[in-house]
């Protein structure tokens, strides 16, 4: 069973830039792809960012490419979501997923961190 657990969330002005962290414990971090999502109020939860596990290949919804820079560290467990020139529409809770679907599966998410783009 992994756990997973966001940090980085928080208020910032449009323009701004936050790091969000996602470190996982309970399993081997390295055989899983990783990803980040986010959720705004009244909206389906949408896919972010990706990295793979081996590679590194990154892939990234329309709306953040060239903002926003996903990247990990297996050597601490940990993946990170680099968000630059933030706009209002950023807002929402950011959730991280670990993700194998060759044997061992997993699929497992963590609780959120809250981000909030505002003047």
């Known amino acids: 069973q992994v756990q997973l657990v966001e940090s980085g969330g928080g208020l910032v002005q449009p323009g701004g830039s936050l790091r969000l962290s996602c470190t996982a414990s309970?399993?081997?971090?390295?055989?899983?792809?990783m990803s980040w999502h986010r959720q705004a109020p009244g909206k389906e939860r949408e896919f972010v960012a990706s990295?793979?596990?081996?590679?590194?290949?990154?892939a990234y919804a329309d709306s953040v490419k060239g903002r926003f820079t996903i990247s990990r560290d297996n050597a601490k467990n940990t993946v990170y979501l680099q968000m630059n020139s933030l706009k209002a529409e950023d807002t929402a809770v950011y959730y991280c997923?670990?993700?194998?679907?060759?044997?061992?599966?997993?699929?497992?998410w963590g609780q959120g961190t809250q981000v909030t783009v505002s003047s």
């Open positions: 990295i793979a596990r081996i590679g590194g290949t990154t």
């Open positions: 997923r670990a993700l194998r679907v060759r044997m061992p599966t997993g699929d497992y």
């Open positions: 309970g399993g081997t971090f390295s055989i899983y792809d």
